[in-house]
């Protein structure tokens, strides 16, 4: 065991980024997800005997200092190895050329248990009041009797200032809302056993939310009918670390992750039939990848979540089994949403955890077997999802018009405009219906005095939650149709993208040309609906030089300076 803890510490530093600087010491990590208000685990992994540097070899003790935000507070900091788990003490401190709060712990390097080859972990355990952004940062010092050796950032340079030698990590909390219902809760001797039936595809998704009361869970095992064996069993480990075994399959890629004990994770199954091939996901980022052995038939797989000997719980909300025809990324877009909006995909069963009446349903896709399992009040971040707003130009005003979102979450819609970017105001506000057919529009008079228009719908939700439409940005001029953006990269070599937005649908040229005015490329003639748009300029073949690139419409021309250089 001791083992392998310490060659999965190896792997975290050998693969994973390391803050801004890919040769500092250290590998911190925190959670995605987090309600407001709530406890959680930050992560900050290194290693005392930096065997490239001699100097960080002495040292006999590692100064942690810890600065959070005001409306952070500490609760705990404890001490992970491969050997041991203590809980470090922590007292309120300071430091020069720093105002605010200032906690500080002391790790004991001069431990025998400390070797060149050990990476220890550092959890520090917090909890936030009342915000939805903050910042914690970290400032580690390596001694040696006293004597600075050496910093958690990699910089010992003498004229390096105290900002250099910080570690700035920020967090982000999210307030649950009451579309997230009721989640599935597995304690001891808990079973909840899911098995697909009747699916024929060649890209089967399976995905849900899970958040884990502890670490060291096993939370789900993927079995298969046919053969009786696990092909996969998915846990955390003593680190809260992702671990992912399987007896019959191959790991081709293994990317291990920090997945914090009580905060909620997404985790995404994408198996690939026909390629032989299974990717594991949490939270959108790939974790790992197996080469199967043998075809495995998606209705001959068991999706076990079951809880039998563990005391620890964990609970599972938003389950779906999808039968994906799009990116990965277009499932990831609709992970906190109820309705999947993906084109081409399709939700072949889903569970939302609100009633055993989702168990006792017959169902034509999937079979359920289930006891001793609870349902509890969920604040995953699952929201209702916003109206979509358009609108249609008429001759002297505005159609707004929208529909959609989760309709049977709201109470109110209020329509908000905004003159060139300005604080948005309400123009018109009106009550939900709660129903799928009904649409609703508005009528607003165009406004000469701004040249640029936003409009947006703000949907109030039962909960008294709030979520917005994207918004809608409208030209005011009479022939300033479309904004031209300045070409990135600029200088270029030898492509540059180009932007266009078009605030109505219109015929559009693009040309570029030589400053003898010469048309060098023809990069678009055609209609295009509003909108933006992006087209590439590839000047490989060209020499050295300032470019113009014309955008024009039938009422309209704009110019910009493009620069090659070679």
């Not at 997800?33 to 960080?56: G, V």
């Not at 849900?208 to 092909?231: C, M, V, Y």
């Not at 490329?521 to 000047?539: E, I, N, S």
């Amino acid at each position: 065991m001791s083992k392998f803890f310490n060659i999965l510490f190896i792997i975290i530093f050998s693969i994973a980024p390391c803050a801004k600087n890919s040769a500092d010491r250290y590998k911190i990590a925190v959670p995605k997800f987090i309600p407001i208000n709530s406890s959680f685990d930050i992560s900050l992994i290194t290693s005392p005997k930096d065997r490239s540097e001699n100097y960080i070899k002495s040292a006999d003790q590692l100064e942690l200092y810890i600065l959070p935000d005001e409306r952070l507070y500490i609760n705990k900091v404890e001490l992970h190895s491969i050997y041991q788990t203590a809980q470090l003490s922590f007292s309120q401190s300071v430091l020069e050329n720093y105002i605010g709060s200032v906690y500080k712990t002391v790790i004991d390097l001069s431990d025998s248990s400390f070797s060149p080859d050990t990476y220890f972990q550092i959890l520090i355990n917090m909890r936030s009041e009342n915000t939805l952004n903050a910042v914690v940062k970290f400032y580690g010092v390596f001694k040696q009797n006293g004597k600075v050796l050496g910093y958690l950032v990699n910089n010992a340079d003498s004229f390096l200032n105290f900002d250099n030698r910080l570690i700035t990590t920020e967090l982000k909390f999210y307030r649950p809302q009451r579309s997230a219902g009721r989640a599935l809760q597995l304690g001891k001797k808990s079973i909840f056993e899911i098995s697909p039936e009747n699916i024929e595809t060649n890209s089967l998704l399976v995905e849900f939310w899970i958040k884990l009361s502890a670490e060291d869970i096993t939370f789900l095992r993927i079995k298969n009918k046919e053969t009786g064996s696990i092909e996969f069993s998915l846990r955390t480990n003593e680190f809260q670390m992702l671990n992912l075994s399987s007896d019959q399959n191959t790991s081709v890629s293994i990317k291990p992750y920090f997945a914090a004990k009580k905060t909620w994770l997404h985790v995404s199954v994408h198996f690939l039939i026909d390629d032989n091939q299974v990717f594991f996901y949490c939270n959108g980022v790939i974790f790992s990848r197996y080469q199967v052995k043998s075809v495995i038939k998606p209705g001959a797989l068991v999706f076990d979540f079951s809880n039998l000997e563990n005391e620890k719980s964990y609970q599972i909300d938003l389950l779906r089994f999808i039968d994906l025809k799009n990116n990965i990324e277009a499932a990831f877009q609709n992970r906190s949403y109820l309705t999947f909006r993906v084109d081409s995909s399709t939700v072949l069963t889903r569970f939302r955890f609100d009633s055993n009446e989702e168990f006792t349903s017959p169902r034509d896709k999937v079979k359920t077997t289930y006891s001793g399992v609870q349902f509890v009040r969920s604040d995953a971040p699952i929201y209702a999802r916003a109206p979509e707003l358009n609108i249609n130009i008429l001759s002297s005003s505005y159609e707004l018009e929208w529909n959609g979102g989760d309709f049977k979450q709201a109470s109110a819609y209020i329509l908000e405009k905004s003159l060139e970017n300005s604080e948005y105001v309400t123009v018109y506000t009106v009550p939900a219906d709660n129903s799928a057919e009904k649409k609703y529009s508005f009528i607003d008079k165009k406004d000469e005095s701004s040249d640029i228009i936003y409009y947006r719908v703000k949907q109030i939700n039962l909960d008294g939650s709030v979520v917005y439409s994207s918004q809608v940005k409208v030209g005011q001029g009479k022939t300033e149709l479309f904004f031209l953006e300045q070409n990135y990269p600029n200088p270029f070599n030898p492509k540059t993208s180009i932007l266009v937005e078009l605030l109505v649908d219109s015929h559009l040229e693009i040309v570029v040309y030589n400053l003898a005015g010469k048309e060098i490329a023809l990069l678009h003639d055609g209609f295009l609906t509003k909108g933006v748009h992006k087209f590439t300029f590839d000047a490989a073949d060209l020499p050295s030089g300032i470019y113009l690139c014309k955008v024009s419409t039938p009422n309209y021309t704009q110019t910009r300076k493009m620069i090659l250089t070679k």
